[in-house]
């Protein structure tokens, strides 16, 4: 049974960093894209970042420069690194996963799995 489990979010302020985990298994993170999303209230879920099996990254234009996506293939996990934090990054960020693709993209429809969320609040 496949699980994505998150954790690291939490409450800082405006400027603040935080990193997220993302604990699955090696051959997840070996044959899978990767990638964070985040769903703010009202909001539907959209891509933050992907990492693809080779390594190649992806972000959106909101966070570009700021966060950072990295996976750990002996541990099994997933990262990302988010500096310089703003207001509108509060939300609920996920881990997803899909295989076999060797391009990855941030569009939530063609993921099939998914953690359960970990919140981040970020205030001004």
């Known amino acids: 049974q496949v699980q994505l489990a998150e954790s690291g979010g939490g409450s800082v302020q405006d400027g603040g960093s935080l990193r997220l985990s993302c604990e699955t298994s090696?051959?997840?993170?070996?044959?899978?894209?990767m990638a964070w999303f985040r769903q703010r209230p009202g909001l539907e879920r959209e891509g933050v970042a992907v990492?693809?099996?080779?390594?190649?990254?992806r972000y959106a234009d909101s966070v570009k420069g700021r966060f950072t996506i990295s996976k750990d293939y002996a541990k099994g996990s997933l990262y990302l690194q988010m500096n310089s934090l703003k207001a509108e990054d509060t939300a609920m960020y996920y881990c997803?996963?899909?295989?076999?693709?060797?391009?990855?993209?941030?569009?939530?429809?063609?993921?099939?799995?998914w953690g359960q969320g970990t919140q981040v609040t970020v205030s001004s």
């Open positions: 997803a996963a899909v295989g076999s693709r060797d391009l990855c993209f941030l569009r939530a429809e063609e993921y099939n799995y």
């Open positions: 090696r051959y997840m993170i070996r044959t899978n894209c």
């Open positions: 990492i693809e099996i080779m390594g190649n990254t």
